[in-house]
């Protein structure tokens, strides 16, 4: 598995945990971290059939994620919702 090694100013963040910051985000098959608790899930729609994502909550840090389970996309996976500076207004 490899990581990209340039990541984008929207996913590097001094807040976040260093287990966080270390998650490949849009890749379906990458690993999250035991810090992370599973909240709530749902199921959506789309052509190819139903996906189910997941919201997750970061123990350590406090950042939201998401981990959308697409088969058929395999640039789904994690995605950031919410940083903990963000969670605080």
């Known amino acids: 598995m490899t990581t990209d090694p340039t990541p984008d100013d ?15 985000q ?7 971290h035991p810090e992370l608790v599973q909240g709530s899930n ?5 052509k190819h059939g139903s996906v189910t994502i997941t919201k997750y909550r970061c123990e350590a840090c406090g950042t939201i994620w998401e981990y959308e389970n697409n088969k058929v996309n ?15 207004g």
Not at 10 to 24: D, H, L, P, R
Not at 76 to 84: D, E, K
Request: glycine share 8%; aromatic share 4%.
């Open 10 to 24: 929207a996913s590097t963040n001094t807040t976040m945990c260093a287990s966080c910051a270390g998650i490949q």
């Open 26 to 32: 849009n890749w379906r098959r990458a690993r999250g």
């Open 42 to 46: 749902r199921t959506v729609a789309h």
């Open 74 to 88: 395999r640039h789904a996976g994690w995605s950031v919702l919410a940083r903990p500076e963000e969670q605080k």
